[in-house]
């Protein structure tokens, strides 16, 4: 199984929803990624876990939490979120640190209203 | 600031011809070098790996890297109409602790008949 998978593809949500998006991979990869990625922009990156611990935060606002619950689970907890944070969310994993070939999922397309 | 930069096209080459397409990149110490291709709507898709200077080939794709020029090509012999995609490079850096893919805004190529 080389796939990682993403649910939901499409969310809509108000800003004063919670909701989360999901991600597994059976690669056996250890580190997972989240990405934001706005229309004609390259993927921007939100977080790492490295062996399921958060390794890299980059200055995400908290209204974005991410959790590891194991080594092929990865989500993202969505609360009170703005319009601007519509965008395609990505996740990405990859086996090993060092060289970091990562492979991404199909996507989450969120829109906030 | 680490920096990837590519042309953002659109690059525009007829069926069966050699599509090239060029990246710098700033850091001097990164180390993996990867290609992804992105079609409308979807999410990144690896195409291709480099890890040491020289030429590395995979069917139809030809991966380049010169790292004393800080450089990485991509070529795409036999163009088709399906490859007309935006392509993205993406460079990795590895401090020993954690690890970071970089993406450069990526090239648009059109594929004509």
Same mark, same amino acid.
């Given at each position: 199984d080389t796939e990682v998978t993403q649910t939901p593809k499409h969310l809509v949500m108000g800003m004063t929803n919670k909701k989360s998006l999901k991600c597994e991979q059976h690669m056996g990869h250890r580190a997972m990624y989240w990405y934001k990625?706005?229309?004609k922009k390259p993927p921007e990156l939100m977080?790492? %876990?490295? %062996?399921?611990?958060?390794?890299?935060?980059?200055?995400? +606002?908290?209204?974005?939490? +991410?959790?590891c619950p194991n080594s092929s689970l990865l989500n993202l907890h969505l609360h009170a979120l703005q319009p601007e944070d519509s965008a395609l969310y990505l996740c990405a994993s990859s086996q090993e640190v060092r060289h970091n070939e990562q492979f991404f999922g199909p996507g989450t397309r969120l829109t906030v209203l | 600031q680490k920096e990837v930069e590519q042309n953002s096209g659109p690059l525009s080459v007829p069926e069966g011809a050699i599509?090239? #397409?060029?990246? =710098?990149?700033?850091? *001097?110490?990164?180390?993996? @070098? @990867?290609?992804? *291709?992105?079609y409308s709507g979807k999410s990144p898709e690896l195409i291709m790996s480099i890890y040491s200077n020289g030429d590395k080939e995979d069917g139809r794709f030809t991966a380049q890297l010169n790292k004393a020029s800080q450089y990485v090509s991509l070529l795409i012999r036999d163009s088709q109409p399906s490859d007309s995609a935006t392509y993205l490079c993406a460079v990795n850096t590895?401090?020993? =602790?954690?690890?970071? #893919? =970089?993406?450069g805004t990526g090239t648009r190529l059109q594929v004509t008949l």
């Open positions: 990625q706005k229309a977080f790492v %876990y490295s %062996y399921e611990k958060l390794s890299i935060n980059e200055s995400v +606002p908290s209204r974005f939490s +991410p959790e | 599509a090239s #397409l060029n990246c =710098t990149y700033s850091d *001097r110490v990164s180390q993996s @070098f @990867f290609w992804y *291709r992105q590895y401090t020993g =602790t954690a690890s970071k #893919l =970089t993406f």
